[in-house]
């Protein structure tokens, strides 16, 4: 910068400087009246010049305003919120200090639309101030992934709610899982994830499940005699369901062509599984360990979302996988299962006890059940379709209850 352009400068801001203290030469005899007169005058003068002003201006009004604004009522502070977050270059410290307002009607309206926030900001206010603090960040244009974290962890149901259906909202892989879980109680917490794009399809299927398992529990509680079909019919609609799913989803089709790629080249092993595992990668993991072990990718979707321990152990041990896989596999983050070190203790007894062939062994009865039971429902569904009023007998209906290690 030029010294003629330094010295122009420093006259502006000599120039501003002595008009900023002309108007607030009265402040210490003034009424609450005159002060708020003075505060409007001020703004305004920002205001009017904002875009052209230095940093070192702003940095003038930001302290004149600051003391200012130090004893006046929440109205007035509210009027003043809502006058500066209109201005992209307000100044920084009196917008943040409205953010940290305990008044909401000073805060939700720097919280919500000013773009000088940053995310550590945001952070700190939503870990330490009222959920209607929360909830005003929640209506935010875009939140990035550490802020939503927070409001995850901390909100309430209507912050939740809010920020699930921001379409400008970015969740981690930990806050859809936290998600998913309180979504297990909440009907419409389960319809708002479900319509969002970006939801990953390991936690979409754990909506399926659990939606699945609500409507199970009102047809059980309606016809209790039915039971056993119900849970065959409401299963086979799941599966159906995470098929399609399955055919819908970009990041499996991917997985399925990268793996056929990187196979073909060299052959897979138990690193193929344990690498996609440790990085939370639900789509190559679940094509990884179906091909190390043959399994049906059906079965490793269900292993993989299932909170219990035992089906996941199973899968491991029939591909040949070692316990550091195995452990890998228990501790990804699409079940939720929120291992506790003395859990991974006795799974890994189990674990170290367990045979590969007879996990292959109780894989493949289990395989076969669910493959008959498949058949049998097929077959009947035929049947009622050709006859309509003729009674399904009970014992017809197969169920194929989870396997598990427990007894070894």
């Known amino acids: 910068?030029?010294?003629?352009?330094?010295?122009?400068?420093?006259?502006?801001?000599?120039d501003s400087r002595s008009l900023l203290d002309e108007l607030i030469s009265p402040l210490a005899t003034a009424t609450t009246k005159h002060r708020?007169?003075?505060?409007?005058?001020?703004?305004?003068?920002?205001a009017a010049g904002s875009r052209s002003y230095s940093h070192d201006q702003i940095a003038l009004f930001d302290d004149v305003l600051g003391r200012l604004c130090a004893d006046i009522e929440v109205t007035a502070r509210a009027k003043l919120a809502q006058r500066l977050v209109g201005l992209g270059n307000a100044p920084p410290r009196l917008v943040r200090s409205f953010a940290f307002d305990d008044a909401i009607e000073v805060a939700e309206p720097v919280l919500i639309h000013s773009e000088q926030l940053s995310d550590d900001d945001l952070v700190e206010n939503a870990t330490t101030k009222s959920q209607d603090h929360l909830f005003a960040i929640a209506q935010r244009l875009k939140l990035s992934e550490n802020v939503t974290d927070v409001l995850v962890d901390r909100g309430d149901e209507r912050v939740v709610?809010?920020?699930?259906?921001?379409?400008?909202?970015?969740?981690?892989?930990?806050?859809?899982?936290?998600?998913?879980?309180?979504?297990?109680?909440?009907r419409k917490l389960t319809l708002a994830l479900g319509e969002r794009s970006d939801i990953p399809r390991q936690y979409f299927l754990k909506l399926l499940e659990a939606a699945s398992s609500t409507v199970r529990a009102k047809l059980e509680a309606i016809n209790p005699e039915a039971v056993a079909a119900i849970r065959d019919t409401v299963d086979d609609v799941a599966t159906a369901m995470q098929r399609e799913v399955r055919k819908g989803s970009r990041a499996h089709v991917v997985a399925v062509r990268e793996a056929k790629r990187r196979f073909n080249v060299r052959p897979i092993t138990e690193a193929s599984v344990h690498g996609p595992a440790h990085a939370q990668d639900f789509e190559k993991t679940v094509v990884a360990l179906s091909?190390?072990?043959?399994?049906?990718?059906?079965?490793?979707?269900?292993?993989l979302l299932d909170e219990g321990e035992d089906m996941v152990l199973l899968l491991a041990k029939a591909a040949g996988c070692s316990w550091t896989t195995a452990r890998e596999l228990l501790l990804m983050y699409a079940a939720?299962?929120?291992?506790?070190?003395?859990?991974?203790?006795?799974?890994?007894?189990?674990?170290?006890?367990?045979?590969?062939e007879t996990a292959?062994?109780?894989?493949?009865?289990?395989?076969?059940?669910?493959?008959?039971r498949v058949k049998a429902n097929s077959k009947k569904k035929r049947a009622r379709n050709e006859e309509a009023e003729q009674p399904i007998a009970?014992?017809?209906?197969?169920?194929?209850?989870?396997?598990?290690v427990a007894p070894i």
């Open 1 to 14: 910068m030029s010294a003629a352009a330094t010295s122009h400068q420093t006259d502006v801001l000599a």
């Open 36 to 46: 708020l007169r003075i505060i409007d005058r001020v703004t305004d003068l920002f």
């Open 161 to 186: 709610y809010r920020v699930v259906k921001n379409k400008g909202a970015r969740f981690s892989l930990a806050g859809y899982g936290k998600l998913t879980n309180r979504a297990r109680y909440d």
């Open 291 to 303: 091909r190390l072990g043959v399994f049906s990718v059906d079965l490793v979707e269900r292993a």
């Open 336 to 356: 939720n299962r929120n291992l506790k070190p003395d859990d991974i203790t006795r799974a890994f007894e189990r674990y170290k006890k367990l045979s590969q």
């Open 360 to 372: 292959r062994n109780i894989v493949m009865f289990y395989e076969r059940r669910t493959r008959l």
């Open 394 to 404: 009970d014992d017809d209906i197969v169920e194929v209850p989870s396997p598990s």
